[in-house]
């Protein structure tokens, strides 16, 4: 344990450094990534003024909460995509990693979590400027508060597991595309980043809540923004714990498998 504690604060400490050493570059990358929700913001707010001051209990200042937090739970969930398996064979830095003592997935977790606190602090000034443009309204308290925190590192687990797991089929076949694309399509849809889960229909709301894909972005936002009681609150944490859970096994379970099947590759 106390080895791979120092192996996890090592790896986070290293993409510390070199995070910050691109940090115009990342911010750069945060700012291109505004376009999205502020359109998905505006779009809403009109749609809500225009209906008389709320959709789905939705006024145009929790429109813009929602987003405005959407952008950093958006950044907590970048992790290694099914697409960038590809480079990750190719370019031999999986056959690296393999000659290690330690299992690929705490490299990568380790890595992109130390990523996560350069990109919490670089989104601060961020939200700031969208909160005085768009003036957003949060009804939260302090318990809230401490099981967003809580709720942003477990949707990063979350999505981490899920795309770990889907990136594996790139050992059986490398027509794997349609498949990612499904699968992204399907996170879109159901996970609360297009549109807040409360305005699609009853039926998409249940199917959404038996998906990883709300776990990891839906929840922590609208945990925030006081959308939910303690109760739910805490089945939600609980959700999350079963899908990192569940992606855990299954890693595990596959991963031999998966190596059988490995070809090395590199310059």
Known sequence: MRAMLDFYLTQMKMALVQQFQYRVANYFYMIGMIAEPVIYLVVWSTVANAQGGSVAGYTPGEFAAYYIVWTLVRNMNIV?????????????????????????????????????????????????????????????????????????WGGFFVRFMMLWLLGMITFWTTRVSAIFELYFTMELLFSGRLVPLALLPPWAQQLAAYMPFKWAFGFPIELLLGKYTQAQALYGLGAQVFWIALGAILVRLFWRTALRRFSAVGA
């Open 80 to 152: 290694l995509t099914p697409y960038a398996w590809e480079n990750y064979i190719q370019r031999g830095w999986l056959s690296m990693e393999l000659l290690r003592p330690v299992h690929p997935l705490h490299a990568q977790i380790a890595y992109f979590a130390g990523w996560k606190f350069v990109a919490i602090v670089m989104w601060l000034p961020i939200a700031a400027i969208l909160a005085a443009v768009f003036q957003p309204e949060i009804n939260t308290s302090p318990w809230a508060v401490a099981a967003f925190v809580v709720a942003l």
